[in-house]
């Protein structure tokens, strides 16, 4: 298939742009080819507007046999780290880049595979039209996947970890890691060190929300 091959997700995007027609047109899309190794789209979830948005990578194993973002390891460990610092989940609007699961088998397990750029621009409409609906005034980019969609280009995670920067998208935007890049370090050296350091960059969010 060629580079350009993929429609992306725009002409599957509903004329009513509310979070229900969004997300019952999520399940319909065929703006890359992902849709056709998932269980079923894993479309955002929160209240609509909300201050806060979360925007992560792509639903995981859990998610996408759940249809619900961030509820299975890498979920537990994002709403701990956000009842740590008291920012209450239930008020954030928790997304992905990418709507659908990518992965690959390895024996009986689908391990998790990163979504291409090309992925990424096809499913990004999605996350302009809710956007529109959550309204939030800033948004939080866990991981550079979610970094790459809310800049509209490639980034370095190092170039942006840690500062508000306007985004392409429109509201300021924030970018930390991804709770699943922590879960790998768990154990391991420098985990406490950067578990912290997530939870500092946590605070800085919910200081901005209260300014
Ligand atoms: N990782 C993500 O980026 N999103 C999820 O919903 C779950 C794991
Ligand atoms: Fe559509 Fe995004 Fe799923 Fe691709 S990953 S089919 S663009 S919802």
């Known amino acids: 298939m060629a580079a ?5 997700a725009q002409e599957f995007l509903p004329r009513q742009r509310d979070p229900t027609h969004l997300r019952r ?5 065929r703006g890359c080819d992902l849709y056709r190794s998932a269980t079923q789209v894993v479309f955002g979830n929160g209240p609509t507007p909300a201050e806060l948005m979360l925007v992560g990578e792509q639903p995981g194993d859990s998610e996408d046999r759940e249809g619900e973002p961030f509820v299975g390891p890498a979920g537990e460990l994002l709403s701990q780290a956000l009842e740590n610092v008291g920012i209450d989940r239930e008020q954030v ?3 992905n880049a990418v709507k659908h699961f990518k992965w690959e088998a390895r024996g ?4 998790h595979k990163k979504p291409s750029l090309r992925e990424v621009r096809a499913c990004t409409p999605w996350l302009s039209a809710e ?3 959550v309204q939030p005034r800033l948004l939080v980019c866990l991981g550079v996947t ?11 995670l ?22 699943s890049a922590l879960l790998r370090m768990r154990g391991r050296d420098g985990w406490e060190q950067e578990h ?3 939870l500092t960059e946590l605070k800085t969010v919910k200081a901005k929300l209260t300014a």
């Open 4 to 8: 350009e091959a993929y429609p992306g």
């Open 93 to 95: 609007y928790v997304t």
């Open 108 to 111: 009986k397990r689908r391990i």
């Open 158 to 179: 190092k170039d942006y970890r840690g500062l508000f920067t306007r985004s392409a998208l429109g509201p300021l935007a924030f970018v930390t890691t991804h709770p």
């Open 25 to 29: 047109a999520a399940a319909q899309c």
């Open 196 to 198: 912290r350091r997530f």
């Open 146 to 156: 979610a970094a790459t969609a809310v800049f509209g280009k490639t980034v370095r």
């Open 131 to 133: 956007l529109e609906v």
